[in-house]
């Protein structure tokens, strides 16, 4: 079965430093793996995705993810930090053989410090 | 462009009243997918539709039903709301195939007393 982990609950990053939010992955076949972004009160909003090719994927608001077959990791990244990238961010997998179903992890939420 | 509605925004629910959280899309997509959010769980799966009239269980169906009569409803029913089910609820809908993300709605916020 696929599955999804998010090692941290919570990451505090000072404003202007880099930040990196971790995200391992479970699926049988190739897997195809999103980062999404909740704010307060609203819905989830799709940030990025890898599919094949390149390792490194570039997303919505300066946000990048690193994609590693070897460790089965996807983290998500960003070089500098803004006090508005403070949210809840969730990692998900899509397994190839079954593309219906998309599985998410707990969450990590971003707390970015003036 | 509307993009996925829910409503209710919020409900109260006393234990074994039922009730059904409505969804619907107009960016006429196949796929549609409900999931429940609970605080440091993150979403899981509740039931999915591939198309009209298709429906199948995700990773906690019970106390749960769905339908899918339109590609664009697809409603989740509460039939006796117990105190477990107090959540948020999230309606969202996607494209058929591997690289489409998906869209989601606002939720809904469901509290059983």
């Known amino acids: 079965a696929q599955s999804v982990a998010q090692p941290e609950d919570q990451v505090n990053v000072a404003e202007g430093n880099p930040l990196t939010v971790k995200c391992t992955y479970s699926v049988s076949g190739n897997p195809y793996l999103f980062w999404y972004v909740q704010y307060p009160n609203r819905g989830l909003q799709f940030l990025l995705k890898y599919i094949t090719g390149d390792n490194l994927v570039k997303g919505s608001y300066g946000f990048e993810a690193e994609f590693n077959k070897s460790q089965t990791s996807f983290h998500l990244k960003k070089p500098s930090a803004l006090v508005s990238d403070s949210a809840l961010y969730f990692c998900?997998?899509?397994?190839?053989?079954?593309?219906?179903?998309?599985?998410f992890g707990k969450g990590t939420r971003l707390h970015i410090l003036p | 462009n509307a993009g996925v509605t829910q409503t209710p925004k919020f409900r109260i629910l006393k234990i074994g009243q039922s009730m059904t959280l409505q969804c619907t899309q107009d960016?006429?997509?196949?796929?549609m997918y409900w999931y429940r959010q609970d605080p440091g769980m993150g979403l899981k799966l509740i039931y999915y539709s591939v198309g009209a009239g298709i429906t199948d269980k995700g990773e906690v169906p019970n106390g749960y039903n769905v339908s899918r009569s339109t590609t664009e409803d697809f409603p989740l029913r509460l039939e006796l709301a117990a105190p477990s089910q107090t959540s948020v609820y999230f309606c969202?809908?996607?494209?058929?195939?591997?690289?489409?993300?998906?869209?989601f709605g606002n939720g809904t916020r469901l509290t059983v007393t």
């Open positions: 998900a997998v899509r397994d190839m053989n079954r593309d219906d179903k998309i599985i």
């Open positions: 969202a809908s996607s494209n058929q195939g591997y690289n489409s993300p998906l869209h």
């Open positions: 960016m006429n997509h196949n796929y």
